[in-house]
């Protein structure tokens, strides 16, 4: 009988606990409605991103002379882990220097891992805080070298952002006849002899192919990275 | 006239039924065949794989650096801890001294990302249990904020890719340690909060307590690993047990729970470790000294000396170990993950035997699985 | 961190299998002492078990053992009391030049040791279309039994007594072991992608 | 929180009266259009229709104003429902979005306030799927028998929540909680048949939770109801509203009556007419503290019987912490998994109706019905000195609205506008109920039900019956 009677009472304590318990819960839940929302109103209100956001990928001029900064030296290329850059260049056979054809990126690919921006010994391709790059077809996610190239102000905007150190002014010279080059000789174009790695490669290097079966030519490729490039810290 | 005693034997059919791979509450792409009776389990085969994305495979046809960059993917809870394994083995291989900053911030990182993925965890698991709509969102509020902290240092929310061989990859501004500081402030009362609703909450109670007992013994047998193992009562804690960074300068205590091992147990376990951590961060950012913060260099061509090695780190999962064989190339020659949610996964089998079909959810979500973590 | 033996074992050789051409120039190291049996090497010496001790696997002892004693070794581990590696890490498969290993990592829940075991089988010996061999500690060393049936799906060594060695990650239907060097790929997966791509 | 001078977002307590402000206008301006709807197809219905056809010389005229007024409670049924469910799913969303920090649906109209209404509109246009191997009929069948007897279940509660209004009286049904009681355990079938036939293992197993859930759950439930029908001494919820009329003291939740004395004694006293205080407390507590003692019991009992009632309501229609039957994180979402388009949006429309019942039921079953809080003695209003200035002042244009329009009927307005608070209110409960509790295992379930709430609801049971002997209820 005192069993029956213990045990009901500590049923009802047991209820009483339980009942205060979810009162608690309750009255958490309902004072948050007190607080701000956290949501963000994105189409709405662009987010603040941090200045070293790993978006879409792009390319800088410089913010003086508005010419662009790649090099062709072609890290990034070997770099990527999906190989969704493609560069093409030429040797120019007045400056005896590569001058940049193209330089296509296919974002559909990219993983955004950054190490393109990392390796890149002029800071000429980097990572903006553009995000949003969706489209209807996969092939308009191919950006080619005007798609792909910042304008003056952007790319002061960057590099101030980005706390990236200036371009020298030196190669500001040799300017113009690069870019009269590229735009003169596109037909030239059909024979880029010039891959661009230090070492010319033996057959001609239309895209980079599978370096799976092409033991070989990997390996070489492989020990080409001088190791002075410098590291982005 | 006789009075019939016993019931006449009622004889049931088994039904085989498959919990995902689409499933709202499998984590991801977990397959479960069940072999059900009514509502209770009589039989359990887990089919991994759906998310198998050879992440071995692509560590040796990968060179160093391009792989940093990948397995972030591996856990993408805790990218930080991935990243930190395989730097450690392969610093261990080469015998590279990581600048103390660079350790520092490793540990602060480290920490974070454990807070963020054991956030993910108490969201997902009330979800788990029914709480749908409102609790799951509150951890996420907190998570985010952790992430925008990876993202200004990391430049992404998931896939940091910061931790790297020899050291971390950016220097953080004191602006950066401040608002950290600020969030170790705040987070605590965040947590009381939560434990006003969920603790001691009478259903959550109801379906946790005694719930999903995991005995040392199975636990041990089964290599389980991380607050599972601890909610189980052993004291096995890598950041104590063999100390590796600097942790073996910092006062924290490991939450191990020696009663019943129940899914109320891992509950808590996690909900302390956070609180732990907050702590660790605390001193951290109170210890933090100036200098480097990366001591081999980063490039295309990085090379680790031939030999071979396993390193692990207490991952907020557990034992996240990270085999390599190297031989002085630029790519590694064998690439083995030792992954927590693996082992800790293959516990569920027994763990279900002769549970409701609602308890299902209750012991795989204490569990802490990760999909992408088992599957690699 | 004993970086100086590289040498005389084989997996820290090169990477790249015969059919590779080209070799990275592996400087000739300079031939390092002989391991010699550490305290876990002893242990099972005396317990009648043979162990080859192997260059240390960065400061950790590493022993070889034969496939036959492998069971009675671990069990030895597991449960002697002085051992007490009664944690089993992980069981991993690799590929090595000139053999194919079953790598053992124990800890132990109550000390801080470790130690390494590898089982070898020399590619010599396998057959043809055959697997290489090594018996299973499944069945009562529970960790072991996805890990070796991963090792299984993705290396390729066959556990005998494994009551269930099925492929656990790959689907079932998959053709080839990925993780062996030989492993020929039927579809590039870095050129399936997108069909527009330039890649 | 403050960093260097710039704040953080969402981590102080400032206050979130921009949204707690949208929600309120969002909520008062859906319910307006609710009201008036409703009342306007009733009043053009039942009224207006009738008052043309009196004066015209048409044959059938007499019977076609009969059919009018028999078609209104259908109409204001088949009005309410539809623009209600979208009031409450938007309500429902909007709420939790304010529990859990966020903004909520806010693009469709303004403030968001029509995105269930193009929700309905995509549910309506989706592909109706049924799936290979189910039984089309009973698939096709089961979300009409889950809502249609519900719906007509509680035509019996438009009366006593309209302060009986003639237009609502489909038919004077002496039984009538026992009416929709019985009604409101039908749907169950509906979701047995549902997950039966979509030939599908989750919704199977929901189907059959359901069943076990409602069997159980209905015990402690009727048994709540019946207590209170006990302390009424009928079954006529009309009946059981009139009586809880006259303030908070009179409800059926503090003692389904036992307090009226205490509130006569009072009014007596504030007054200062008619009886003396004495008097009327002797009158009502006729065994001195023996009755007072009841009254305390009552009093508890009726409470704790609401509590029951709400419990067992809640696992009635499925609601969380009791969502078995279409556990998402168990059973994908039971016995809907298969539902799409149409009849999907009809299960989802039974469902939030069902909850506007249940709400509706315990409003005018344990509070008051459409009766003010405020005791009579407390409420200003019912002062002639207050009330007859106003009402003389509002008179010119509420005699029109009355007496010729009959467009306003002063107790029905204010009884459906207090209904409408108080059945918001719980609803609202209930929404900050879901977004709190995890969910019940369905043995534990079983337990509570079994073990707990129907042991408990029969000892209430017995004490009432007792209790009641010892207070006079009828003076």
Same mark, same amino acid.
């Given at each position: 009988?005192?069993?029956?009677?213990?045990?009901?009472?500590?049923?009802?304590?047991?209820?009483?606990?339980?009942?205060?318990?979810?009162?608690?819960?309750?009255?958490?839940?309902?004072?948050?409605?007190?607080?701000?929302?956290?949501?963000?109103?994105?189409?709405?209100?662009?987010?603040?991103?941090?200045?070293?956001?790993?978006?879409?990928?792009?390319?800088?001029?410089?913010?003086? &002379?508005?010419?662009?900064?790649?090099?062709?030296?072609?890290?990034?290329?070997?770099?990527?882990?999906?190989?969704?850059?493609?560069?093409?260049?030429?040797?120019?056979?007045?400056?005896?220097?590569? !001058?940049?054809?193209?330089?296509?990126? $296919?974002?559909?690919?990219?993983? /955004?891992?950054?190490?393109?921006?990392?390796?890149?010994?002029?800071?000429?391709?980097?990572?903006?805080?553009?995000?949003?790059?969706?489209?209807?077809?996969?092939?308009?996610?191919?950006?080619?070298?005007?798609?792909?190239?910042?304008?003056?102000?952007?790319?002061?905007?960057?590099?101030?952002?980005?706390?990236?150190?200036?371009?020298?002014?030196?190669?500001?010279?040799?300017?113009?006849?690069?870019?009269?080059?590229? #735009?003169?000789?596109?037909? #030239?174009?059909?024979?880029?002899?010039? &891959?661009?790695?230090?070492?010319?490669?033996?057959?001609?290097?239309?895209?980079?192919?599978?370096?799976?079966?092409?033991?070989?030519?990997?390996?070489?490729?492989?020990?080409?990275?001088? &190791?002075?490039?410098?590291?982005?810290? | 006239?006789t009075i019939q005693t016993k019931l006449p034997e009622f004889k049931t059919d088994e039904m085989v039924i498959n919990l995902?791979?689409?499933?709202?509450?499998?984590?991801?792409?977990?397959?479960?065949?069940?072999?059900?009776?009514?509502?209770?389990?009589?039989?359990?085969?887990?089919?991994?794989?759906?998310?198998?994305?050879?992440?071995?495979?692509?560590?040796?046809?990968?060179?160093?650096?391009?792989?940093?960059?990948?397995?972030?993917?591996?856990?993408?809870?805790?990218?930080?801890?991935?990243?930190?394994?395989?730097?450690?083995?392969?610093?261990?291989? %080469?015998?590279?001294?990581?600048?103390?900053?660079?350790?520092?911030?490793?540990?602060?990182?480290a920490e974070l990302n454990r807070i963020s993925s054991h956030l993910l965890w108490l969201g997902t698991y009330l979800i788990?249990?029914?709480?749908?709509?409102?609790?799951?969102?509150?951890?996420?509020?907190?998570?985010?904020?952790?992430?925008?902290?990876?993202?200004?240092?990391?430049?992404?929310?998931?896939?940091?890719?910061?931790?790297?061989? =020899?050291?971390?990859?950016?220097?953080?501004?004191?602006?950066?340690?401040?608002?950290?500081?600020?969030?170790?402030?705040?987070?605590?009362?965040?947590?009381?909060?939560?434990?006003?609703?969920?603790?001691?909450?009478?259903?959550?109670?109801?379906?946790?307590?005694?719930?999903?007992?995991?005995?040392?013994?199975?636990?041990?047998?089964?290599?389980?690993?991380?607050?599972?193992?601890?909610?189980?009562?052993?004291?096995? $804690?890598?950041?104590?047990?063999?100390?590796?960074?600097?942790?073996?300068?910092?006062?924290?205590?490991?939450?191990?729970?020696?009663?019943?091992?129940?899914?109320?147990?891992?509950?808590?376990?996690?909900?302390?470790?956070?609180?732990?951590?907050?702590?660790?961060?605390?001193?951290?950012?109170?210890?933090?000294?100036?200098?480097?913060?990366?001591?081999?260099?980063?490039?295309?061509?990085?090379?680790?000396?031939?030999?071979?090695?396993?390193?692990?780190?207490?991952?907020?999962?557990?034992?996240?170990?990270?085999?390599?064989?190297?031989?002085?190339?630029?790519?590694?020659?064998?690439?083995?993950?030792?992954?927590?949610?693996?082992?800790?996964?293959?516990?569920?089998?027994?763990?279900?035997?002769?549970?409701?079909i609602s308890d299902i959810m209750a012991i795989f979500g204490s569990l802490d699985i990760i999909l992408p973590d088992v599957?690699? | 961190?004993?970086?100086?033996?590289?040498?005389?074992?084989?997996?820290?050789?090169?990477?790249?299998?015969?059919?590779?051409?080209?070799?990275?120039?592996?400087?000739?190291?300079?031939?390092?002492?002989?391991?010699?049996?550490?305290?876990?090497?002893?242990?099972?010496?005396?317990?009648?078990?043979?162990?080859?001790?192997?260059?240390?696997?960065?400061?950790?002892?590493?022993?070889?053992? #034969?496939?036959?004693?492998?069971?009675?070794?671990?069990?030895?581990?597991?449960?002697?009391?002085?051992?007490?590696?009664?944690?089993?890490?992980?069981?991993? =498969?690799?590929?090595?030049?000139?053999?194919?290993?079953?790598?053992?990592?124990?800890?132990?829940?109550?000390?801080?040791?470790?130690?390494?075991?590898?089982?070898?089988?020399?590619?010599?010996?396998?057959?043809?279309?055959?697997?290489?061999?090594?018996?299973?500690?499944?069945?009562?060393?529970?960790?072991?039994?996805?890990?070796?049936?991963?090792?299984?799906?993705?290396?390729?060594?066959?556990?005998?007594?494994?009551?269930?060695?099925?492929?656990?990650?790959?689907?079932?239907?998959?053709?080839?072991?990925?993780?062996?060097?030989?492993?020929?790929?039927?579809?590039?997966?870095?050129?399936?992608?997108?069909?527009?791509?330039?890649? | 929180?403050?960093?260097?001078?710039?704040?953080?977002?969402?981590?102080?307590?400032?206050?979130?009266?921009?949204?707690?402000?949208?929600?309120?206008?969002?909520?008062?301006?859906?319910?307006?259009? @609710?009201?008036?709807?409703?009342?306007?197809?009733?009043?053009?219905?039942?009224? /207006?229709?009738?008052?043309?056809?009196?004066?015209?010389?048409?044959?059938?005229?007499?019977?076609?104003? !009969?059919?009018?007024?028999?078609?209104?409670?259908?109409?204001?049924?088949?009005?309410?429902?539809?623009?209600?469910?979208?009031?409450?799913?938007?309500?429902?969303?909007?709420?939790?979005?304010?529990?859990?920090?966020?903004?909520?649906?806010?693009?469709?109209?303004?403030?968001?306030?029509?995105?269930?209404?193009?929700?309905?509109?995509?549910?309506?246009?989706?592909?109706?799927?049924?799936?290979?191997?189910? %039984?089309?009929?009973?698939?096709?069948?089961?979300?009409?028998?889950?809502?249609?007897?519900?719906?007509?279940?509680?035509?019996?509660?438009?009366?006593?929540?309209?302060?009986?209004?003639?237009?609502?009286?489909?038919?004077?049904?002496?039984?009538?909680?026992?009416?929709?009681?019985?009604?409101?355990?039908?749907?169950?079938?509906?979701?047995?048949?549902?997950?039966?036939?979509?030939?599908?293992?989750?919704?199977?197993?929901?189907?059959?939770?359901?069943?076990?859930?409602?069997?159980?759950?209905?015990?402690?439930?009727?048994?709540?109801?019946?207590?209170?029908?006990?302390?009424?001494?009928?079954?006529?919820?009309?009946?059981?509203?009139?009586?809880?009329?006259?303030?908070?003291?009179?409800?059926?939740?503090?003692?389904?009556?036992?307090?009226?004395?205490?509130?006569?004694?009072?009014?007596?006293?504030?007054?200062?007419?008619?009886?003396?205080?004495?008097?009327?407390?002797?009158?009502?507590?006729?065994?001195?503290?023996?009755?007072?003692?009841?009254?305390?019991?009552?009093?508890?009992?009726?409470?704790?019987?609401?509590?029951?009632?709400? @419990?067992?309501?809640?696992?009635?229609?499925?609601?969380?912490?009791?969502?078995?039957?279409?556990?998402?994180?168990?059973?994908?979402?039971?016995?809907?998994?298969?539902?799409?388009?149409?009849?999907?949006?009809? /299960?989802?429309?039974?469902?939030?109706?069902?909850?506007?019942?249940?709400?509706?039921?315990?409003?005018?079953?344990?509070?008051?019905?459409?009766?003010?809080?405020?005791? &009579?003695?407390?409420?200003?209003?019912?002062?002639?000195?207050?009330? !007859?200035?106003?009402?003389?002042?509002?008179?010119?244009?509420?005699?029109?609205?009355?007496? $010729?329009?009959?467009?306003?009927?002063?107790?029905?307005?204010?009884?459906?506008?207090?209904?409408?608070?108080?059945?918001?209110?719980?609803?609202?409960?209930?929404?900050?109920?879901?977004?709190?509790?995890?969910?019940?295992?369905?043995?534990?379930?079983?337990?509570?039900?079994?073990?707990?709430?129907?042991?408990?609801?029969?000892?209430?049971?017995?004490?009432?019956?007792?209790?009641?002997?010892?207070?006079?209820?009828?003076?």
């Open positions: 009988m005192f069993n029956l009677i213990g045990s009901a009472i500590n049923g009802v304590k047991h209820a009483l606990g339980g009942l205060y318990q979810v009162k608690r819960g309750l009255e958490t839940v309902a004072m948050h409605t007190w607080r701000e929302p956290t949501t963000e109103a994105y189409p709405d209100k662009a987010p603040e991103l941090p200045p070293h956001f790993r978006g879409r990928l792009a390319l800088t001029v410089n913010p003086e &002379t508005g010419e662009n900064l790649c090099i062709s030296c072609r890290q990034c290329e070997r770099v990527c882990p999906d190989k969704c850059i493609e560069i093409t260049a030429n040797k120019s056979t007045e400056t005896n220097k590569l !001058e940049l054809i193209d330089f296509k990126i $296919d974002h559909g690919l990219c993983m /955004f891992c950054g190490l393109c921006t990392e390796v890149c010994p002029t800071y000429c391709i980097i990572n903006t805080n553009d995000f949003e790059m969706a489209d209807y077809t996969r092939s308009s996610l191919i950006y080619d070298l005007k798609k792909l190239t910042l304008t003056q102000e952007e790319s002061a905007y960057y590099f101030a952002a980005k706390e990236m150190p200036l371009p020298k002014p030196k190669p500001a010279k040799p300017a113009a006849p690069a870019a009269g080059a590229a #735009a003169a000789k596109p037909a #030239a174009e059909a024979k880029p002899t010039a &891959t661009v790695s230090p070492k010319p490669a033996p057959e001609s290097a239309k895209a980079p192919e599978t370096t799976a079966d092409k033991p070989a030519k990997e390996v070489e490729k492989k020990e080409s990275p001088s &190791t002075d490039t410098p590291s982005v810290n | 006239m995902g791979p689409q499933h709202p509450a499998t984590h991801g792409v977990l397959r479960l065949i069940l072999t059900l009776d009514g509502e209770v389990v009589k039989h359990t085969e887990p089919v991994l794989g759906h998310l198998h994305r050879a992440q071995e495979w692509q560590g040796q046809n990968r060179t160093w650096f391009q792989y940093q960059a990948l397995i972030d993917r591996v856990d993408y809870l805790s990218g930080m801890f991935t990243s930190w394994a395989l730097s450690r083995a392969a610093e261990v291989i %080469d015998g590279t001294e990581v600048p103390r900053r660079a350790e520092f911030l490793r540990v602060l990182c788990d249990l029914g709480a749908l709509y409102g609790f799951p969102f509150y951890p996420f509020i907190e998570r985010e904020k952790i992430l925008t902290f990876f993202e200004e240092i990391s430049g992404q929310r998931m896939m940091y890719n910061y931790i790297r061989i =020899g050291g971390v990859q950016r220097d953080p501004k004191a602006e950066w340690f401040k608002k950290v500081e600020e969030f170790t402030k705040d987070f605590p009362k965040r947590v009381d909060e939560w434990e006003a609703i969920v603790t001691e909450n009478p259903i959550f109670l109801n379906r946790t307590k005694g719930i999903g007992v995991l005995t040392k013994e199975v636990a041990q047998a089964y290599g389980v690993t991380g607050p599972t193992l601890r909610a189980s009562g052993i004291d096995f $804690d890598l950041r104590r047990f063999k100390p590796y960074s600097v942790y073996p300068e910092l006062k924290f205590d490991v939450p191990v729970y020696n009663k019943d091992g129940d899914t109320w147990d891992r509950y808590m376990a996690r909900i302390q470790e956070m609180r732990q951590s907050i702590e660790i961060i605390k001193q951290v950012l109170d210890m933090i000294p100036e200098g480097e913060i990366m001591s081999k260099k980063q490039n295309a061509g990085l090379r680790i000396k031939a030999g071979e090695g396993f390193a692990a780190v207490e991952s907020p999962r557990g034992i996240l170990g990270c085999y390599i064989t190297s031989n002085g190339s630029d790519k590694p020659y064998r690439f083995r993950w030792r992954n927590p949610s693996f082992s800790n996964l293959s516990v569920l089998p027994p763990l279900l035997e002769e549970r409701p599957d690699r | 961190m004993s970086e100086e033996n590289k040498p005389a074992d084989k997996p820290e050789e090169k990477p790249v299998p015969a059919a590779k051409p080209v070799a990275p120039a592996a400087p000739a190291p300079e031939p390092a002492p002989p391991p010699s049996l550490g305290t876990y090497g002893k242990m099972l010496k005396e317990k009648g078990i043979e162990c080859t001790p192997m260059a240390l696997s960065t400061g950790v002892e590493t022993i070889e053992i #034969a496939p036959a004693q492998l069971p009675a070794a671990l069990k030895f581990l597991r449960e002697s009391p002085q051992a007490q590696l009664d944690f089993l890490v992980t069981v991993s =498969g690799v590929d090595s030049p000139d053999t194919i290993d079953s790598v053992y990592h124990l800890w132990s829940y109550t000390k801080t040791d470790e130690l390494v075991i590898k089982v070898r089988v020399p590619k010599a010996n396998i057959p043809a279309d055959k697997l290489p061999e090594v018996p299973s500690i499944a069945s009562y060393w529970q960790t072991a039994d996805w890990h070796e049936r991963e090792t299984y799906d993705l290396v390729g060594i066959r556990y005998i007594g494994h009551r269930y060695l099925r492929r656990i990650l790959n689907p079932w239907d998959w053709e080839g072991h990925p993780l062996r060097r030989d492993y020929k790929q039927l579809v590039d997966a870095l050129n399936d992608k997108n069909p527009e791509s330039f890649r | 929180m403050k960093i260097d001078g710039t704040v953080v977002r969402g981590d102080h307590f400032s206050g979130n009266i921009a949204e707690i402000r949208k929600f309120a206008v969002m909520s008062l301006s859906w319910l307006t259009v @609710i009201f008036v709807a409703v009342w306007g197809v009733c009043w053009a219905l039942g009224i /207006f229709i009738p008052m043309c056809l009196a004066n015209s010389s048409f044959d059938f005229a007499a019977i076609l104003s !009969e059919v009018c007024k028999a078609l209104t409670p259908i109409a204001a049924v088949l009005v309410f429902i539809p623009i209600n469910a979208m009031f409450m799913v938007l309500m429902e969303r909007r709420a939790l979005a304010l529990f859990t920090r966020r903004n909520g649906p806010n693009r469709v109209g303004p403030d968001g306030a029509l995105q269930t209404a193009a929700d309905a509109v995509k549910l309506l246009l989706k592909e109706d799927i049924t799936p290979t191997g189910a %039984d089309a009929l009973m698939f096709t069948l089961a979300p009409i028998i889950f809502f249609a007897p519900s719906i007509f279940g509680a035509l019996p509660l438009l009366a006593a929540v309209t302060n009986n209004h003639k237009l609502f009286q489909i038919v004077d049904l002496p039984t009538g909680i026992f009416y929709v009681l019985a009604a409101s355990s039908v749907p169950v079938v509906g979701i047995v048949m549902g997950g039966w036939a979509s030939n599908n293992k989750y919704s199977l197993m929901g189907g059959l939770r359901s069943a076990a859930q409602a069997i159980s759950y209905e015990i402690p439930l009727v048994l709540s109801l019946v207590t209170i029908c006990l302390l009424a001494g009928t079954l006529d919820v009309v009946s059981i509203a009139y009586q809880q009329s006259g303030g908070l003291l009179n409800w059926n939740i503090l003692g389904g009556g036992a307090l009226i004395g205490l509130n006569k004694a009072i009014a007596a006293l504030v007054s200062s007419s008619g009886a003396p205080f004495a008097e009327v407390m002797n009158a009502y507590y006729p065994y001195g503290w023996l009755s007072f003692v009841g009254a305390a019991v009552l009093c508890m009992c009726t409470v704790i019987l609401f509590g029951v009632y709400l @419990i067992g309501a809640c696992a009635e229609i499925n609601r969380i912490p009791f969502d078995l039957p279409e556990a998402e994180s168990e059973l994908v979402s039971g016995y809907n998994t298969e539902y799409s388009g149409i009849k999907f949006a009809i /299960f989802f429309l039974a469902e939030f109706t069902n909850l506007f019942i249940v709400s509706t039921i315990a409003v005018v079953m344990f509070l008051g019905s459409g009766d003010c809080p405020l005791p &009579t003695w407390l409420n200003p209003l019912s002062y002639p000195a207050v009330y !007859e200035p106003l009402a003389k002042a509002l008179s010119p244009v509420l005699s029109v609205l009355i007496n $010729d329009l009959h467009l306003i009927n002063p107790p029905t307005f204010w009884a459906a506008l207090w209904v409408i608070f108080k059945t918001y209110s719980l609803i609202f409960f209930a929404i900050l109920v879901r977004g709190t509790l995890p969910r019940f295992r369905i043995d534990q379930l079983m337990d509570f039900g079994w073990k707990r709430l129907i042991p408990i609801t029969l000892v209430i049971f017995v004490l009432v019956a007792f209790a009641r002997g010892v207070i006079n209820f009828h003076v």
